[in-house]
């Protein structure tokens, strides 16, 4: 039978009270700062771990004394003691058995409703039980989030779940259902989105940023079912192409989907007539559906860092598109109309394409978006104008490319 690995405890002072966790002891200073945070509601990018490393036999009046505060004016506040860095081991920066260790949250950085204090109902303050403790510990990251925090999801229609290293998204989450109104699960390891998602129906806002999701671990039917969905960002991921159900999404504000594998955007995207904001920069899109021009609520479209070599003529549909970035492709030319008829364009980016200054001047309207982009944001946004006024937002003249 194989001995556990030894632990040590800690005694962590936050809000007035001393919480005692029981760690490995070669754990580091990021994995107690992970234990913490369902016991204090601090997230761990919140937590500032002070010590100066004790010496259990050290008398108490001592070791209270090392975390005496240093004033040095009405308005700081300096700790006399060690930073715990985060790759640190706890034993390398001299926390021990029966350590004393001093939590500082920084404003803010916590879920729910807010900190746990000594002012907590009993039901948050006994998770401090040294019982309780050990059992989080052997339990995954998303079955802690899930259990802790899955009353208050459904208090406050939101489940900020990012930056918590899991897997998979916890069961609490379908059980909370149309409870959920807004579900943040960026920067974890997650994989899978399920066909329970469409269990969600109240949800205007899904965030999976940063994950590892691929084509075949995303159920788009279940996703079809979430007709309230506002903003949806999928960036980050491993997304090789788009399903025509991405067209079923018509709420739809906000698409990002950057930074993924996508060599394709569905004719389907035509059916998101509320579309407001595309991001789709660092795939490898080729090329781009007519039926984007039917997304008439575009204002702002990110297409940088693609393999476009032209852009479709019903871009000029877009009348209320503001921002067009296009950095970075193989484009030579620009749709006819795409001046004249987008009247409140005013930031084109042009860098890294084909694209010169004198094939602009060939394109109708060109003189009046020059005027409109100088007269509204002339010093608001940060133009390459030169002395001689000529357009240099990535465009080069033909003289200099010789």
Wanted: proline share 5%; glycine share 6%.
């Amino acid at each position: 039978m194989e001995s556990s690995p030894p632990t040590i405890t800690v005694q962590v002072k936050f809000a007035g009270r001393t919480i005692p966790v029981e760690v490995p002891a070669a754990a580091t200073t990021a994995e107690l700062k992970r234990l913490l945070q369902p016991l204090t509601n601090v997230l761990p990018r919140g937590q500032k771990l002070v010590c100066k490393g004790t010496d259990p036999q050290t008398p108490t009046t001592y070791r209270e004394r090392r975390f005496s505060p240093v004033v040095t004016s009405p308005h700081s506040l300096v700790l006399a003691g060690k930073v715990l860095q985060d790759a640190a081991t706890l034993s390398s920066m001299q926390v021990v058995d029966g350590s004393k260790v001093m939590l500082i949250a920084s404003q803010g950085l916590h879920q729910g409703d807010g900190p746990l204090t000594k002012h907590s109902s009993s039901s948050a303050t006994s998770v401090t039980k040294t019982s309780n403790i050990k059992e989080y510990q052997t339990q995954k990251p998303e079955t802690i989030a899930g259990k802790i925090h899955a009353a208050r999801w459904k208090v406050t229609g939101v489940a900020a779940l990012h930056d918590y290293d899991l897997k998979e998204l916890p069961e609490e989450v379908w059980y909370c259902g149309p409870s959920i109104r807004i579900l943040d699960a960026s920067n974890n390891c997650i994989k899978e989105i399920p066909h329970k998602i469409s269990a969600l129906k109240s949800l205007n806002k899904l965030l999976l940023t940063a994950n590892d999701i691929d084509d075949e671990n995303i159920s788009w039917e279940g996703l079809s079912c979430l007709q309230k969905l506002l903003n949806l960002s999928l960036s980050q991921n491993r997304l090789v192409s788009l399903p025509s159900t991405l067209g079923s999404l018509t709420s739809l504000r906000e698409l990002r989907i950057a930074n993924n594998r996508l060599d394709n955007v569905p004719i389907e995207i035509g059916s998101l007539k509320h579309l407001q904001i595309l991001i789709a920069n660092n795939n490898r899109i080729t090329t781009l559906p007519s039926s984007i021009g039917d997304c008439e609520s575009l204002t702002e479209v990110d297409l940088s860092s693609n393999l476009l070599t032209e852009l479709p003529e019903a871009f000029g549909k877009l009348y209320n598109l503001k921002v067009l970035h296009l950095r970075n492709n193989g484009l030579t030319s620009l749709p006819s109309t795409l001046f004249k008829k987008c009247m409140q364009l005013i930031t084109l980016d042009l860098h890294g394409t084909e694209i010169t200054n004198d094939i602009l001047r060939q394109v109708e309207g060109w003189e009046e978006f020059d005027e409109r982009r100088r007269q509204k944001h002339q010093k608001q946004l940060d133009f390459r104008v030169g002395s001689s006024g000529v357009f240099d937002e990535g465009a080069d003249d033909d003289n200099r490319r010789r």
